[in-house]
């Protein structure tokens, strides 16, 4: 295939849907994964070619380990993937369910981990790849009523963090965006202010810094909403 390859996890909407609809502008053959298929179907129906959809639990070893493989057999190599699938449940730490509690960190984090595990070995061989993590500012400060989300931020962010240390000596990249609140569904049950973030103009900044500049590296940004500036 001469067209380069990007995973996208979550990509059934969000930012994950506005990272699958960039990258296919610039080219790239696109697999859109996420739980529900009619969505990834939604957000292909702009697509002519060069993509595919699989449905996937991140929060299962097993059926990421599939889905990873059959992506290799029936695509190719990645180049390019994105841990962008999250959840969030936003709550007083006291009144969090513990299925709310589990799923976070099945998804959030434990998600992220069993991914990337997936990819980086065929990464590592080859010597060349990007792992992009959509992290969230609650992975880099703590917040009111996200207490257990922020919790799941930040083991991601120490996972990625360390993960760039071990491929240190490689020419495969790690990147971690942090960013604010997104017109996204995630923000549905709280609030969405109308300052808040387009997830389009996100995607436009993370793809920016993780293209491939001579004697550059870009290991990590912050996108705040501008409201919040001085923060």
Known sequence: MDAQVVVITGA???LGASLAKKYYGLGYYVCLLGR????LLKIAKSFDDRYAIYEVDVSSKSNVSKVMQAIKQEVG??????NNAGVGDFDSAEHISEQAIHQMIDINLKGTIFCTQEVVKDMKKRD???IINIISLSGKRGKINESVYSASKFGARGFIESLALELEQTKVKVFGAYMGNMKTELWDGAKAEESYMDPDDVADIIIENTIERKNIVVEE???KNNKYKYI
């Not at 529900?36 to 969505?39: D, E, H, S, V």
């Not at 190599?77 to 994105?82: K, L, S, T, W």
């Open 77 to 82: 190599q990645i180049d390019v993937f994105i």
């Open 128 to 130: 060349q790849g990007c």
């Open 221 to 223: 940004i912050i996108i």
């Open 12 to 14: 059934g909407s969000g």
């Open 36 to 39: 529900t298929r009619t969505k």
